[in-house]
């Protein structure tokens, strides 16, 4: 087994190597850990601690990547970052391995110690953070984050497998790493449905893969004594790990806020995709608000909230629904004037309407789910019934908070759990539709959030009590639904002279 000096002093205790790094100087190695120690480690062989991570001269290619990497991320180029959050990653498996050396060496060495206070990840941050950029801060918080991952994936995988296989441990202990990464399972669940759901044999592969994780590795450490750890000395020094350096620069969500009207009935909230086809429309709520905040930032996507939805064939009116778009790793930042433009941009389409468009802090995520639970609503709802409605039909309808005892509707029972739900409505007025003929009429209704209206009029084959249909003693339908004001002060009203939202001529 060899290792490089700095992991040998790592184990007796050694926790400042700045010296070393920021010198050509060599690192004194005490005589007892000599034989291990390989002087060629630091150059051209990896050290099997660290997997080479920690060799002097590649500190100089670390901080070359973080350096390029900041300095890419802002979209403008005039513009320039003032401090950072450094979020280094190692490899999981790392913890394993540590005690594996530790162990082995201490047979002969008894003198070492574990190196949980010297970690790894402490020294690449150590020595990488040092003189890394002017005029640039690295802060223990920062909206944008910096992050180096030192990966050795595939390594990760083979020796989690052949660890699991090998013959150095027992039968007893082999069975339990399968129950931790759970290879066996997998097998064993493939073996039985892969022909039937016609599973590839690099899905079975992909599935039998074992997860790492700093869990599984944890518990994997559980699992192997002390025996075990230092017997696998000689497995782990007949590898050789591969690694590579990744870093990526992002920045946090930015969040805006608004409320939407929607005017179309063919207009899903999100795309609605089935088997990968698009199905009502070629876009959405989300990706017509989305897309001119996501442009401008450079954002990965923009993902919707809001503050209940809508079915695609219900028009959303009045004051309009409170939503937040998240705008995911963006490259450039948004000053409250440019998002009101941007939101002219949204209202050029037709069957979209936002209106008090803000940037607002995550808190504010919060606030809208919050308000979601306990918001009022109101609606409009069209409806016909197969027999001619008097007048006196329609007074049976003036309701006040009346409570409907509501069973999951049939058309969603696909996605939601079959339970009862009481629903307040809080008023209700039925009024005829004029212009049509009396079997014609529509109701206004303000009720609590969550209350299916639809099946209120038909009934839902008696799952929703009390219902239109079974108040007028035939069958009722609604043929058109709209939400005419949602009851939730959020987010700040702009006033009307300060919203940028004309339609571009």
């Not at 074992?210 to 518990?219: D, K, L, R, Y």
């Not at 809508?310 to 409250?336: C, H, Q, S, W, Y």
């Not at 009022?376 to 016909?384: I, L, N, P, T, W």
């Amino acid at each position: 087994m060899k290792i490089c000096a700095v992991c040998a002093n790592r184990l007796l205790g050694c926790n400042n190597f700045t010296k070393f790094y920021e010198t050509a100087e060599s690192l004194p190695v005490d005589e007892k850990l000599q034989k291990f120690v390989n002087s060629e480690t630091m150059s051209n062989q990896l050290c099997i601690m660290c997997f080479g991570f920690l060799t002097r001269s590649k500190f100089g290619e670390y901080k070359d990547a973080i350096r390029n990497s900041v300095k890419k991320w802002p979209l403008e180029k005039e513009a320039s970052v003032k401090d950072f959050q450094m979020l280094i990653t190692v490899p999981a498996i790392m913890p394993l391995i540590e005690n594996i050396v530790y162990y082995t060496i201490k047979k002969e060495v008894t003198e070492v110690i574990l190196p949980d206070n010297i970690n790894l990840k402490e020294i690449l941050k150590t020595v990488c953070c040092n003189d890394l950029l002017e005029n640039c801060l690295i802060q223990a918080e920062s909206e944008l984050k910096v992050s180096p991952k030192f990966l050795c994936e595939e390594f990760e995988k083979s020796f989690i497998t052949g660890l699991i296989a090998s013959e150095r441990l027992s039968n007893e202990v082999s069975y339990k790493l399968e129950g931790i990464y759970k290879t066996k399972a997998r097998a064993a669940k493939h073996k039985k449905w892969g022909k039937k759901a016609k599973v590839t044999e690099s899905e079975v592969q992909e599935s039998l893969t074992p997860t790492i994780n700093a869990s599984t590795v944890s518990q994997t450490l559980n699992v192997l004594s002390p025996t075990d750890l230092a017997n696998l000395g000689e497995y782990l020094s007949s590898l050789t790990p591969k690694h590579e350096l990744t870093v990526e620069t992002t920045h946090s969500p930015v969040y805006i806020a608004g409320r939407y009207q929607k005017y179309s009935r063919t207009l899903p909230q999100t795309p609605w995709l089935v088997d990968g086809k698009r199905h009502y429309s070629e876009t959405s709520v989300e990706e017509i608000i989305a897309a001119p905040f996501v442009e401008a930032t450079g954002a990965q996507r923009g993902v919707l909230t809001s503050a209940g939805r809508e079915d695609v064939d219900v028009r959303t009116l009045g004051n309009g629904r409170p939503f937040i778009i998240e705008l995911l790793k963006p490259r450039k930042l948004l000053a409250t004037e440019s998002a009101k433009i941007l939101a002219a941009k949204v209202n050029e389409n037709q069957d979209l309407k936002i209106t008090d468009v803000c940037i607002i802090e995550k808190s504010g995520c919060k606030t809208l789910l919050e308000g979601e639970v306990d918001k009022k609503k109101e609606y409009r709802a069209y409806c016909y019934s197969e027999r001619k409605i008097t007048s006196e039909d329609l007074k049976k309808l003036s309701m006040s908070e009346v409570v409907l005892k509501q069973k999951t509707p049939i058309r969603v029972l696909h996605r939601r759990n079959n339970d009862t739900r009481p629903r307040s409505i809080h008023k209700a007025e039925g009024k005829r539709w004029e212009g049509r003929s009396e079997n014609w009429f529509y109701i206004d209704l303000l009720t609590q959030a969550g209350t299916y209206i639809k099946e209120f009029v038909h009934g839902d084959f008696g799952r929703t009590k009390p219902n239109v249909t079974e108040i007028f003693g035939c069958e009722c339908d609604i043929v058109g639904l709209d939400v005419t004001n949602v009851h939730l002060d959020w987010p700040p009203t702009v006033p009307e002279n300060e919203q940028i939202v004309e339609k571009s001529s």
